[in-house]
């Protein structure tokens, strides 16, 4: 076939069967890196059955870095966690359309061509002089990198999303007498009496051993679960095909390796990767090590000692993990905290004292008129809100109880004995109630359209693709 080829290169049978033949090598070598063992799943997200690409999160991601200011878009590039909170945010309305998209769909809503045709009449962005202008329509699509179908697409879209969830949009009608109850508890005050017990007006003396220790036996301190880990990296440009494809070649050798039975430090120092140890690192530890991330972490947790994982993918590359030791979960030793342990004696000491005096205050509250007379000269008076007027501890005993009740409660630093006076309602203020309604009305439709996305979820399950996610989106 190759000598008939030489000889007859220049007549056009001869030249077909070369374009054949060079056109089957490309397409076999295409269709190699796209099926093949370098087949690349591009669908972030899964809802319903229905996929979301990456191509479509970097689009919308884009739109909305572009609706931001300047200041806006550096903190996102610059910042972690504002960056992640983009990226969250972005894939959370991603999936909500799609998961309205899906409903529409089973309802067997249909937007006709006609209307589409007639909203984009409607856009004031596509008429000149007050009527729809083709050259104005195709004009606002080129410069914002759009076709025409991808308009209609986008357009018909929302107005199936629209025909979906607008009855979820309409706002609710709150009773007045719902307003007016919600009025009075948030404006509403209470009278209070009370007296404070701080722990630091008792004052202690230096522990002793035995007392450390008879302490320690009951507040002991829990050290938690580290495991000892190590992991082999191959880095690579995993949006290269070439270098994808060497990184994927030179981790399978080394994963064969390791399953051979060599040591995770000889597979990679033969193989030229990156081979890191660490010692006792903790669930929720900060970890200094680029490579190990929080999802990579959580599975190292979940791992049996003395086992790798698979052959994981990256964005930056490939890794291989390894639980070399797990040290579980256990109580420290009294004398490698014996020194911490003075300070929080102390202040338990400190607090037995103040309970006893303001035990002894509440008792004397509770025996008569005389003991109240007394308490309430010898206590601080206020009226108080739900959020100020008093410390919090204070705040919450005087709108637990009800008009007479007698009361101990406490926060980090004392004990409070608290008499509850009468309630005080509140003036009407009508402005302050048309803005509760305003606000009881918006939390109604929350909990409307809340309900709604929860039913969709169950019909729609989402999943998100995490190796995808690791590869093209997670930082």
């Known amino acids: ?276 140890k660490l010692e006792k690192i903790e669930r929720n530890g900060k970890m200094a090590d680029k490579v190990l991330t929080n999802d990579l972490v959580a599975k190292l947790f979940a791992m049996e000692s003395g086992s790798e994982s698979e052959l994981l993918e990256l964005k930056e590359g490939f890794v291989i993990l390894r639980v070399d030791e797990v040290h579980p979960q256990h109580n420290a030793e009294f004398k490698d905290v014996q020194k911490s342990l003075v300070g929080d004696w102390k202040k338990a000491e400190q607090r037995k004292m103040a309970y006893e005096a303001a035990n002894e205050k509440l008792i004397a509250l509770k025996n008569g008129d005389e003991g109240r007379v007394a308490f309430e000269k010898a206590s601080k008076k206020a009226d108080v809100t739900r959020t100020e007027g008093a410390p919090l501890a204070v705040l919450n005993a005087a709108f637990a109880g009800k008009t007479g009740d007698n009361a101990m409660t406490e926060d980090e630093s004392a004990f409070y004995v608290v008499r509850v006076g009468e309630t005080v309602m509140p003036k009407e203020d009508k402005a302050k109630k048309e803005a509760l309604r305003k606000e009881l009305e918006n939390v109604s439709l929350r909990f409307i359209q809340d309900d709604y996305t929860r039913f969709l979820k169950a019909e729609y399950p989402v999943k998100v693709n995490e190796k995808t996610f690791n590869r093209f989106i997670a930082k």
Request: aromatic content about 10%.
């Open 1 to 276: 076939m190759l000598e008939y080829l030489r000889n007859a290169a220049d007549k056009p049978v001869a030249k077909v069967l070369m374009y054949i033949l060079i056109f089957s090598f490309v397409g076999w070598g295409a269709a190699e890196w796209i099926f093949g063992s370098s087949a690349r799943d591009t669908n972030l997200i899964s809802v319903g059955g229905e996929q979301i690409s990456v191509q479509q999160f970097n689009n919308a991601r884009s739109r909305e870095l572009s609706s931001m200011s300047k200041d806006e878009q550096r903190a996102a590039y610059a910042d972690p966690a504002k960056a992640a909170a983009l990226t969250n945010s972005v894939m959370a309305n991603l999936t909500t359309n799609q998961l309205i998209l899906n409903r529409a769909y089973d309802l067997g809503y249909v937007v006709s061509d006609k209307r589409i045709a007639e909203e984009i009449k409607k856009y004031p962005q596509f008429q000149s002089n007050g009527e729809f202008s083709p050259w104005m329509f195709d004009m606002v699509l080129q410069n914002a990198g759009l076709s025409e179908q991808d308009f209609a697409a986008s357009l018909r879209a929302d107005i199936l999303r629209s025909m979906t969830v607008g009855a979820t949009n309409v706002p609710l009608t709150v009773p007045q007498f719902a307003v007016d109850a919600a009025y009075n508890a948030r404006y509403a005050k209470r009278g209070v009496n009370y007296a404070t017990v701080g722990f630091a007006d008792y004052k202690v003396g230096t522990p002793t051993e035995e007392q450390l220790q008879a302490y320690y036996a009951q507040n002991p301190i829990t050290v938690p679960e580290t495991r000892s880990v190590s992991y082999v990296f191959v880095a690579a440009d995993m949006n290269k095909p070439d270098v994808y494809d060497e990184g994927f070649k030179v981790a399978q050798q080394i994963e064969d390796m390791i399953i051979s039975g060599d040591s995770m430090k000889t597979a990679a120092d033969k193989h030229n990767a990156k081979y890191v």
